[in-house]
């Protein structure tokens, strides 16, 4: 049984790392631009898309796609499309565990995975023009009390990365490793 | 931009040019050109209010429409906000001491579990400059917030405002406390965010849902009108 899983760029690298990790074998992985996120009422149409593209040529797909900012409509759309795809809110939330991140229930605080802690300067400080108008960092960021850096491997360089990170939005830093959390267990009912 | 316009001397230009060229200051976020255009209209005798709504909220309602259709990002529209933070600076004690009209009053705030206030702070600042008296809660509203700041500064408008997906939903806990109160149908309630939707809106029982400042200014002001017939 042959199954796609149509995945966020940003969570490219943590699939493939499952794949491996678990001699799944059965698994294919397609990517959509992870810069979707920038534009997230985008990402339902983009999904949507890519789904009836892969139509036939595999036993089962699965969106590795949480709401993501699209306030429902992606749910709505996987479920017209008859695709199931990962609850919870956002990667940061799955990948710590959706029960543990809600039951913490942090609002003050700004999250990079290492996908984002790799990309930082391409997905968070461009993107919001802070590299041509850094004075508007505190209106961005102001009201956040922390970075926290929820880690899915032990990468020393990754995890200076996300503490330079945190210098550059003048946040408190923290690390907290959470793996794959929800992710491997989602994938691995497939 | 062209030197031509770098050597740009705003009090040379006669009162129509020099608004066009608060449009585009606006736009490219020059907060210290529209100080000071603000500065020379007043030197004109301009009224504040004139100064205020043709040329400040009406350069902004045209970044706003760039906004909307994807040529402007976040960035620039802060910029501009920024610029015109500046002259609203200038013009707010004036307005006050003119009696400006005053079109309706709004509470407004980011909703409990959500800090992020930058959509919220350019729809109270639009909504000041089309008339609106605004009265800001701030970020992470609980229930009781909202509903003691609308009976005590006797409002008009509530308005509500979320990020994330996940504290979208509190907006409806707000709504459905005022339907217990009995006191739903006293208030206009706009609600807005990049995660939200009309049919959203819709379904928490809200008036209307704003896209965005410029949608918001002008449902707001839809709605005030259609209050004033009701009651004539």
Not at chain 1, 134 to 156: M, S
Not at chain 2, 95 to 111: D, N, S, Y
Not at chain 2, 146 to 164: F, N, Q, W
Request: one cysteine or more; hydrophobic letters at 45%; a negative charge.
């Amino acid at each position: 049984m042959k199954t796609l899983i149509l995945a966020c760029g940003a969570l490219a690298r943590e699939v493939l790392a499952l794949f491996e990790l678990n001699n799944w074998q059965h698994m294919e992985l397609h990517c959509l631009p992870a810069d979707l996120h920038l534009r997230p009422e985008k990402i339902p149409d983009a999904v949507a898309a890519a789904v009836n593209e892969a139509r036939g040529k595999y036993d089962r797909i699965f969106v590795a796609y949480a709401d993501c900012g699209t306030g429902g409509l992606l749910a709505a759309r996987c479920q017209e499309l008859g695709v199931d795809m990962i609850e919870g809110p956002h990667c940061y939330s799955f990948f710590e565990g959706n029960a543990a991140f809600a039951a913490r229930g942090e609002v003050t605080s700004f999250y990079l995975t290492d996908f984002l802690a790799r990309q930082f300067d391409a997905f968070v400080w461009k993107p919001m023009g802070l590299d041509k108008h850094p004075e508007l960092r505190d209106i961005y960021f102001g009201n956040y009390e922390k970075l926290v850096y929820l880690a899915q491997t032990e990468d020393e360089a990754l995890t200076q990365a996300a503490q330079r990170a945190a210098e550059k939005l003048g946040l408190p830093f923290e690390r907290r490793f959470t793996g794959y959390g929800d992710l491997g267990a989602v994938l691995g009912k497939l | 931009m062209s030197d031509e316009e770098e050597d740009l001397i705003l009090d040379e230009l006669d009162d129509e040019e020099l608004v066009l060229q608060m449009y585009d200051d606006l736009y490219d976020g020059m907060a210290d050109e529209i100080d000071e255009a603000v500065r020379i209209l007043l030197k004109r005798e301009w009224q504040p209010y004139d100064i205020l709504t043709k040329a400040l909220v009406e350069g902004m309602r045209i970044v706003g429409i760039d906004f909307r259709d994807g040529i402007l990002f976040v960035p620039e529209v802060l910029l501009a906000a920024g610029a015109m933070k500046k002259g609203m600076a200038i013009l707010k004690p004036l307005l006050i001491e003119t009696g400006a009209p005053q079109l309706g009053k709004m509470v407004i705030g980011t909703v409990k579990g959500d800090i992020h206030d930058i959509g919220k702070n350019l729809v109270a600042m639009m909504m000041e400059g089309a008339g609106f008296e605004v009265f800001d809660l701030g970020i992470n509203n609980p229930v009781e917030d909202y509903i003691d700041a609308i009976k005590r500064e006797k409002a008009d408008i509530l308005g509500m405002s979320a990020l994330l997906t996940t504290t979208m939903p509190y907006m409806k806990i707000v709504i459905d406390t005022m339907v217990e109160q009995g006191i739903r149908d006293d208030y206009i309630v706009l609600v807005g965010g990049a995660p939200l939707n009309e049919e959203f809106g819709k379904a928490i029982g809200s008036d209307a849902y704003c896209r965005d400042a410029a949608v918001a200014v002008e449902t707001a002001k839809e709605f005030m009108a259609r209050k004033h017939n009701q009651r004539a």
